[in-house]
């Protein structure tokens, strides 16, 4: 049943929340989510998941593809039952209502009648009820009184001390005391001295009970001066109960230390791969997670001191030692660090992280034993990737560094920062992509759109490909032939031959220029011719609106607003023909002034339906032409007798990936 509480008891009952809540042992975790480092705290607290109550210190980040993530911190504890508190029955008046607190919701229970009988007197100790538990009536105490012997007492007193209920120990009366019947108490320690306990024997005819500070007096002197029980001594002289073992003292156990250790900001379990969800609820098979990614500078594990042992005590107070816990070794591995703080593991450089043997490790080499298939998934690395396989069709290497590819690379995505070696060759099937910041060295590419910052270079031939290279596009080999597609180098073109005898896919190939801005502005000439095929439509239906206007001398009202419309919108795209012109302008003014020359060159033969563009000069080859080498000179296409690729890279090789930047 409830009852109104009013403030005194509101803070009485506060504070035994706190003295609850300090009582909490706290612990600050990390994981890649809420529920992994929950999962650790239960663990190190020994309690149940469901028995934890949690604070988040820090909200994680799952970074991007992986790198740059940052781990969950929060702060878990276990779960403290709250006691039912008991707090006496209040009778408001009318005037507290202002005052009066939100509502508790205490128990019903009965008040409560004890008499002792003391050296100085009958003692009577009345306790309040709760909620709307009774009270104890004035004859109930005289009662109590009389059947313990106390025949004269001050009955004024006596129901003074019913209506206060002060749970105090009060002198009421006087009985006819003989010390020789009082109770007797003996003391009995066991457990390796764990623990204390009473025996007592009830008093004769006149004899004292036992008080809770002659028990306590008596423990001390018989040893027992540690974990004794408040409780258990007021239970004792309230309701004492004889010639029976009661627990009074209980020893501290010792605590041994936890061993130091470490939390992981990675997964260390390779076997543990998380399928990742869309956001149409599909999961992408080929995205298994397993190579776990890290940047310069980004936390991988804290290790944690380990802690001092808590000693113990016994009820005679000997001291019990406790194990102070273990320093277990750092697990730092290579390109790894300290940091500043002691504590943290760091990487030193971009890469896989791994755990192996014991030990974390940074690796800037990311080998794959195998194909990249349904297996692996997917790899992108921050470092330099190892394909001791074949790459499947549908699938994508991704590098920070160079790729390297032992077996072939079918209609996939190669993108690497450095070089990509391909010792097979590429079968794009038309949908291919090989992209590299550098170099791309393969045996042969076919069907596959390709892009180098630098160069191409291949052994066997270019078929129906489209390349764009910074530099150079080199074939050199037996069958080093250029057939079908689209080529366009800044530097050179060389080949044993280019174009097929039988005809077939046109081939065009380019120098002299910088692939990227002529890309560019070949864009925005088919963007400028676009507009101006709107602005030539527009003209005609502004025309037709005219002459319409010019006969009828008016048009009608819809008619003039469209006609209005179409002036504004030819007026807006002859502005945005002029910007375009501009830029086209600016971007061939720059290819102009470009000092590179540019050459495309043939070993053995050129064949008709070859077309050359060298900077803006365009020809097309219509006969047969043998070791030859095309350059311009006075804006016109020269010829000269084939001349060899001069260039250092040639004659150094393809790059040892495990080497190589």
Not at 90 to 103: G, I
Not at 135 to 140: G, K, L, M, W
Not at 528 to 535: E, P, T, V
Not at 548 to 570: H, N, S, W
Request: neutral net charge; aromatic residues 4%; glycine residues 10%.
């Amino acid at each position: 049943m409830a009852a109104t509480l009013g403030l005194g008891e509101i803070a009485t009952l506060m504070r035994r929340y706190l003295e609850e809540d300090g009582a909490k042992k706290s612990l600050v975790v990390e994981g890649r989510s809420v529920e992994e480092a929950l999962a650790d705290a239960a663990i190190q607290l020994g309690v149940p998941l469901k028995n934890l109550e949690f604070e988040v210190i820090e909200k994680g980040t799952p970074g991007v593809l992986g790198a740059g993530r940052k781990p969950w911190r929060v702060r878990a504890y276990p779960t403290v039952s709250k006691r039912k508190v008991e707090m006496p029955q209040v009778n408001a008046a009318a005037d507290d209502f202002a005052d009066a607190a939100p509502v508790v919701e205490v128990k019903d229970v009965d008040g409560e009648c004890f008499v002792r009988l003391a050296p100085d007197g009958a003692l009577l100790k009345i306790i309040p009820p709760q909620g709307r538990g009774k009270r104890i009536s004035d004859r109930q105490a005289f009662d109590k009184l009389q059947s313990r012997a106390v025949n004269t007492f001050d009955e004024g007193l006596v129901r003074e001390v019913v209506k206060q209920a002060s749970s105090d120990y009060v002198r009421v009366g006087e009985f006819i005391s003989n010390p020789a019947n009082d109770a007797l108490i003996t003391v009995d320690i066991t457990d390796q001295e764990m623990k204390g306990f009473v025996i007592m024997t009830p008093p004769g005819p006149g004899g004292s009970d036992l008080s809770k500070d002659a028990i306590l007096a008596f423990l001390r002197n018989n040893r027992i001066i540690h974990g004794v029980s408040e409780a258990a001594l007021q239970a004792i002289e309230d309701k004492p109960r004889y010639r029976e073992p009661l627990l009074v003292a209980e020893g501290t156990r010792p605590q041994n230390g936890r061993d130091s250790y470490v939390q992981y900001n990675f997964e260390t379990d390779k076997n543990r791969h998380q399928l990742r969800e869309a956001a149409d609820g599909r999961v992408n098979f080929k995205e298994l997670g397993l190579i776990q990614n890290v940047v310069a500078g980004q936390p991988l594990a804290r290790k944690l001191p380990p802690e001092q042992g808590q000693p113990g005590r016994t009820v005679t107070g000997k001291m019990i030692p406790a194990r102070n816990g273990k320093d277990m070794p750092t697990p730092m591995g290579r390109n790894v660090h300290m940091g500043d703080d002691g504590t943290t593991l760091i990487a030193d450089i971009n890469g896989l992280v791994t755990f192996i043997g014991g030990k974390i490790n940074v690796e800037e080499i990311f080998t794959v034993p195998g194909d990249v298939d349904l297996k692996t998934g997917n790899v992108m690395f921050l470092g330099t990737v190892i394909v001791m396989g074949n790459v499947e069709d549908g699938f994508s290497v991704k590098a920070s560094g160079n790729i390297e590819v032992r077996g072939s690379v079918g209609k996939c995505e190669i993108v690497a920062e450095g070089d990509i070696i391909i010792h097979q060759g590429v079968a794009g099937k038309g949908g291919g992509t090989v992209q590299a910041g550098k170099n791309i060295w393969s045996k042969f590419i076919e069907n596959t759109s390709v892009e180098a910052g630098e160069n191409v270079i291949v052994s066997d031939g270019l078929i129906n490909t489209t390349i764009v290279a910074n530099k150079k596009i080199i074939c050199q080999g037996k069958r080093a032939a250029i057939v079908g597609g689209k080529y366009r180098a800044c530097e050179e073109i060389n080949a044993k031959t280019l174009g097929s005898p039988v005809g077939g896919t046109e081939t065009i190939l380019e120098v002299g220029y910088d692939p990227k801005s002529k890309e560019k502005m070949d864009g925005l000439q088919a963007q400028a011719l676009q507009i101006k095929k709107q602005a030539e439509e527009l003209d005609k239906n502004i025309a037709t609106l005219n002459a319409t206007k010019k006969q009828r001398k008016t048009l009608p009202e819809d008619k003039e607003a469209i006609l209005q419309d179409y002036i504004i919108r030819r007026e807006e795209l002859v502005a945005e023909v002029r910007g375009l012109a501009k830029e086209i302008e600016t971007i061939q003014a720059y290819l102009n002034g470009l000092k590179t020359k540019g050459r495309i060159s043939a070993s053995s033969r050129v064949y008709p339906g070859v077309k050359l563009v060298i900077k803006d000069v365009k020809e097309d080859i219509k006969t047969e032409q043998k070791a030859i080498t095309f350059y311009l000179e006075n804006q016109m296409i020269r010829t000269t007798r084939y001349e060899e690729p001069e260039d250092e890279i040639l004659k150094k090789g393809p790059p040892d990936a495990h080497k190589a930047d």
